[in-house]
């Protein structure tokens, strides 16, 4: 059950402008400000994930508090963060990771599978004009690279921290929960989930991503603590974080053992 909060039309509508300018706003000063030196290298690449994650992340939370602001209501009330809650909203988070990191990491590669299969006859045909080739995100390009400590620090905190509170705000305490309460549950379901899937770029995760928001859908309903997508959220990025970090040791060990 949401929290019983009805999120009017006009701040809504000044919220997703202002994200909207905030992200061409971080994607101009991350590519205006780069040292042309630097483009392309992986000082370079970690510099534009610094500026536009400042600038997005910091930019969103900023919208978000005049966005609650402007409803008279703080971030717990708003989202249903409450202690009597908190052990219900932990336990289902992790239930749901434990249950949906398999089943997301299946359908990526079911994904990766046909979108190479189908390049594969486009190249047949002679098609090259289109490319469907599944390409690594550029994030994850960018952490493979990392070498220093610091970098892999800032990006534990972006993927952990940031980017679930961020996006869990937006799409799930805000976005699904203002959909539904124009009567549109199910408009509010698979049009969040597949936005949330959409946005990271990427054609092989648009459905793992797409199921795993509606699995987060499924723990702010069941549990009305937005804390519970949160963390859910968080450890899925926290597992894939560490699976690439460690990837290298990971497959030493894999060839170790009998």
Request: hydrophobic share 55%; glycine share 8%.
């Given at each position: 059950?949401?929290?019983?909060?009805?999120?009017?039309?006009?701040?809504?509508?000044?919220?997703?402008?202002?994200?909207?300018?905030?992200?061409?706003?971080?994607?101009?000063?991350?590519?205006?400000?780069?040292?042309?030196?630097?483009?392309?290298?992986?000082?370079g690449?970690?510099?534009?994930?610094?500026?536009?994650?400042?600038?997005?992340?910091?930019?969103?939370?900023?919208?978000?508090?005049?966005?609650?602001?402007?409803?008279?209501?703080?971030?717990?009330?708003?989202?249903?963060?409450?202690?009597?809650?908190?052990?219900?909203?932990?336990?289902?988070?992790?239930?749901?990771?434990?249950?949906?990191?398999?089943?997301?990491?299946?359908?990526?590669?079911?994904?990766?599978?046909?979108?190479?299969?189908?390049?594969?006859?486009?190249?047949?045909?002679?098609?090259?004009?289109?490319?469907?080739?599944p390409?690594?995100?550029?994030?994850?390009?960018?952490?493979?690279?990392?070498?220093?400590?610091?970098?892999?620090?800032?990006?534990a905190?972006?993927?952990?921290?940031?980017?679930?509170?961020?996006?869990?705000?937006?799409?799930?305490?805000?976005?699904?929960?203002?959909?539904?309460?124009?009567?549109?549950?199910?408009?509010?379901?698979?049009?969040?989930?597949?936005?949330?899937?959409?946005?990271?770029?990427?054609l092989?995760?648009?459905?793992?991503?797409?199921?795993?928001?509606?699995?987060?859908?499924?723990?702010?309903?069941r549990?009305?603590?937005?804390l519970?997508?949160?963390?859910?959220?968080?450890?899925?990025?926290?597992a894939?974080?560490?699976?690439?970090?460690?990837?290298?040791?990971?497959?030493?060990?894999?060839?170790?053992?009998?």
């Amino acid at each position: 059950m949401l929290p019983e909060r009805h999120w009017e039309t006009e701040p809504l509508l000044r919220l997703v402008a202002g994200v909207c300018f905030v992200v061409a706003v971080g994607m101009l000063a991350a590519s205006s400000l780069l040292p042309q030196a630097a483009a392309g290298t992986i000082e370079g690449k970690f510099y534009l994930l610094v500026t536009s994650s400042v600038v997005l992340h910091g930019g969103t939370l900023l919208l978000v508090a005049a966005f609650l602001r402007a409803h008279a209501v703080g971030w717990c009330d708003g989202f249903g963060i409450q202690r009597r809650t908190l052990a219900r909203a932990v336990g289902f988070a992790l239930a749901g990771v434990i249950l949906a990191l398999p089943v997301a990491g299946g359908l990526q590669w079911l994904a990766s599978r046909g979108l190479a299969g189908l390049q594969r006859e486009l190249v047949a045909h002679e098609i090259t004009a289109v490319d469907v080739q599944p390409q690594t995100q550029q994030l994850v390009q960018t952490l493979k690279q990392t070498e220093t400590l610091e970098q892999r620090i800032f990006f534990a905190l972006v993927a952990i921290v940031f980017a679930p509170l961020v996006e869990e705000v937006g799409f799930r305490g805000i976005l699904y929960a203002a959909i539904k309460q124009r009567g549109y549950p199910r408009l509010a379901l698979w049009g969040t989930s597949l936005v949330f899937g959409l946005i990271h770029g990427n054609l092989a995760t648009i459905v793992p991503l797409t199921f795993l928001g509606l699995v987060f859908v499924f723990l702010y309903e069941r549990t009305g603590n937005l804390l519970a997508p949160i963390l859910a959220h968080s450890l899925f990025n926290a597992a894939n974080y560490f699976a690439l970090v460690f990837q290298r040791e990971l497959q030493q060990l894999l060839k170790l053992s009998p």
